[in-house]
């Protein structure tokens, strides 16, 4: 059974929802009733999506409103347009991301990929979810994070730092959803696999056989939310949630085993760490 936030007639508002799983997700919302609003950054993009999601709900069932994630009077005057449209929001998904590229002693992109990835996040949850919990209706608020935000495989830093950062103030959030009377909003930390998107694509053009597409990773999404999990984690066509699971175990061990941090790609423990996976299997 869905869950019931995603009830015909309720209104979702999603963030990066111009392209890719984002997108994806307004449009999965849309065929299933719902009233969607779309924030993205002004520009063709935006129109492009909001045209396609009006010709396929009609008009008045759909929203897109130029919101840079970073800044909070923008993530402001979203709820407003939401609130003026529809009444209010049930659904928030927190998914804005960039990936630029970074390196540990370059200061570049740093700033931008936090204030988007992670700052965005915050901001929204802190901009909506006051409102959201006011309305005393079953809500959502789905953040998206990465499995880079868990594992942390090195080559983009300042990225894992902001996703290591979307997963522990989601926890957070749910914590304090929890503990908040008459509170029938939840948090869920979203975690996609490889996702054919733009933002992944890195200049191929075709999907990689190994990667989701946006449409799969949203109905997985859709499903393991209605089943009450807190972490989506979503395998992909390479990586099956067993083996997410021992690369999850290996990391965390790497404290309470005292190896070096991101051991898995130590010279002195790859052939542990492949004996360790060849061992569980
Ligand atoms: P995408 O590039 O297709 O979509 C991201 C959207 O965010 C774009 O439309 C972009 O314009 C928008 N955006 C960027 N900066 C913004 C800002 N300041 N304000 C508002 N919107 C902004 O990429 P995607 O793969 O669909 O990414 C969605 C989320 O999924 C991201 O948070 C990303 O980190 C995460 N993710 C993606 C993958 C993957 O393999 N694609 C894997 C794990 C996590």
Redesign the pocket.
């Known amino acids: 059974m869905a869950h019931p936030a995603f009830l015909p007639s309720n209104v979702a508002v999603i963030?990066?929802?111009?392209?890719?799983?984002?997108?994806?997700a307004a449009r999965r919302f849309a065929r299933m009733g719902l009233k969607v609003a779309i924030?993205?950054?002004a520009g063709e993009?935006?129109e492009t999506a909001r045209a396609t999601l009006a010709t396929e709900a009609g008009s008045e069932n759909v929203l897109a409103v130029a919101?840079?994630?970073?800044n909070v009077p923008e993530l402001e005057h979203l709820r407003e347009a939401v609130d003026a449209k529809f009444g209010g929001a049930d659904i928030l998904m927190n998914?804005?991301?960039?990936?630029p590229g970074s390196s540990v002693f370059d200061a570049k992109n740093w700033d931008s990929i936090l204030?988007?990835?992670l700052f965005?996040i915050i901001r929204g949850s802190q901009v909506f979810g006051p409102s959201m919990i006011k309305r005393q209706k079953p809500g959502l608020i789905i953040n998206?994070?990465?499995?880079?935000g868990i594992t942390t495989p090195p080559g983009d830093p300042a990225?894992n730092v902001s996703?290591s950062g979307v997963k522990t103030f989601t926890e957070a959030l749910e914590h304090e959803l929890r503990n908040t009377k008459d509170c029938h909003v939840t948090a869920h930390l979203f975690?996609?696999?490889?996702?054919?998107?733009?933002?992944?694509a890195g200049g191929r053009t075709e999907k990689p056989a190994g990667?989701w597409t946006?449409e799969q990773t949203v109905d997985f999404m859709l499903e393991r939310v209605s089943a009450g999990d807190f972490y989506i984690l979503c395998p992909d066509n390479d990586v099956t949630r067993a083996l997410d699971e021992k690369r999850i175990f290996w990391a965390a061990h790497d404290m309470i085993e005292n190896r070096p941090p991101l051991s898995r790609w130590h010279p002195d423990y790859q052939d542990k760490f492949t004996a360790f996976l060849r061992d569980t299997d």
Request: charged fraction near 10%; avoid cysteine; aromatic fraction near 8%.
């Open positions: 963030t990066g929802g111009a392209s890719g799983i984002g997108f994806a924030a993205d950054l993009k935006l919101t840079d994630v970073t998914n804005a991301g960039i990936q204030a988007v990835n965005g998206t994070g990465s499995k880079q990225y996703k975690i996609p696999g490889f996702v054919y998107t733009p933002l992944a990667a946006a």
